[in-house]
């Protein structure tokens, strides 16, 4: 069956060399463009002819010209190359898509600070990526699910198998204060509570759960009066000296604009009967399927924990005086 086709239809290279004769006016500028003799130009052309049973080229002209045949299988030999030019194309477009586009989800905190210098860094390579961003629990569950590629959350244990995480870095939580209270005078965070409310995340939050749990273990009794989901709102109310909060010096980066009205308080200010309080922090992961994505996700952990501690740390610790090793504690990956 193979056989009767070939001998059927003609080859690629015999239409590609008709229509290079056809365009080009000769059998030597064909030649030329198309990198071969002439004499293997004219075996191709007799080929043809062979093939169809018809004369092609009108050889009693000087140049020879296509004879109406010969122009009738120009016109179908270009259509048929050109289709098959937007065959291989598209069918690579699609093995290519697959390959680029990489669906990153970040935790809201750190999609707004440092997702714009993740978009930027692979702006120039091969990676096409369509960042997400939301809260942990969910994050996890859509890499699971494998609706994301690749996630920064909070969360250091993988609930399924081949899923791996790899700390990023570790951030400390401060207390954030309006910047004209004094706080010398006091020494328990319900002490601090009886002058400001305290403005808390949600408990729905994986930042909010922290929280908590970490006031329950000081004995921290303080009421639930105001909560929010995101940082901004509960950053203007201490801004507009309503209250404190609780949070991490990326959360008060994505807030950046409330930074000359607040300032930031270390835990460890505040004291239940002599004893300083202990510090509270929080890690970021990048978590992400193994043998997949070849080497992408090794990259994108070099990068991230690159710009965080050699970037954004420091830009961080200017806005709030701190130091940088303040706001990037030290931990191995």
């Not at 004219?42 to 062979?50: D, H, N, P, V």
């Not at 994050?139 to 920064?152: K, N, T």
Request: net charge neutral; glycine share 6%.
């Amino acid at each position: 069956m193979r056989e009767r086709v070939t001998e059927r239809y003609p080859d690629w290279d015999l239409l590609a060399s008709w229509v290079a004769v056809v365009e080009a006016g000769s059998i030597s500028d064909a030649a030329e463009r198309l990198s071969i003799s002439q004499a293997g130009v004219s075996q191709r052309i007799k080929a043809l002819e062979t093939l169809l049973d018809t004369m092609l080229l009108d050889r009693a002209t000087r140049p020879a010209r296509p004879t109406a045949a010969g122009q009738r299988l120009f016109e179908h030999a270009t259509a048929l190359l050109q289709g098959a030019d937007q065959m291989v194309e598209s069918v690579r477009n699609v093995t290519r898509a697959k390959r680029v586009v990489v669906r990153l989800g970040c935790v809201d905190s750190f999609a707004a600070t440092i997702g714009p210098v993740i978009i930027r860094a692979l702006s120039g390579s091969s990676h096409q990526i369509r960042l997400w961003s939301g809260i942990t629990p969910a994050l996890d569950a859509q890499l699971e699910a494998r609706q994301l590629d690749v996630a920064v959350t909070t969360s250091g244990v993988a609930q399924v198998p081949g899923v791996r995480k790899r700390k990023l870095f570790t951030e400390p939580y401060f207390v954030v204060i309006p910047k004209d209270f004094e706080i010398d005078r006091f020494t328990t965070l319900a002490d601090l509570n009886q002058h400001l409310q305290l403005i808390r995340y949600s408990a729905r939050s994986v930042i909010g759960q922290h929280v908590d749990s970490y006031l329950a273990a000081h004995g921290e009794n303080i009421e639930r009066s105001c909560e929010f989901d995101a940082t901004d709102p509960m950053l203007s109310l201490v801004a507009a000296g309503l209250g404190f909060a609780i949070t991490t010096p990326l959360c008060v980066w994505q807030s950046r604009h409330y930074v000359p009205e607040i300032k930031v308080v270390p835990l460890s200010s505040f004291s239940r009967h002599g004893r300083p309080h202990a510090g509270l922090s929080r890690s970021f992961y990048l978590s992400f399927r193994e043998n997949e994505l070849g080497h992408l996700p090794a990259d994108l952990y070099d990068m991230l924990r690159r710009v965080f501690e050699r970037q954004v740390s420091h830009d961080i610790a200017s806005a709030m005086q701190l130091k940088p090793e303040d706001v990037c504690l030290q931990s191995e990956a």
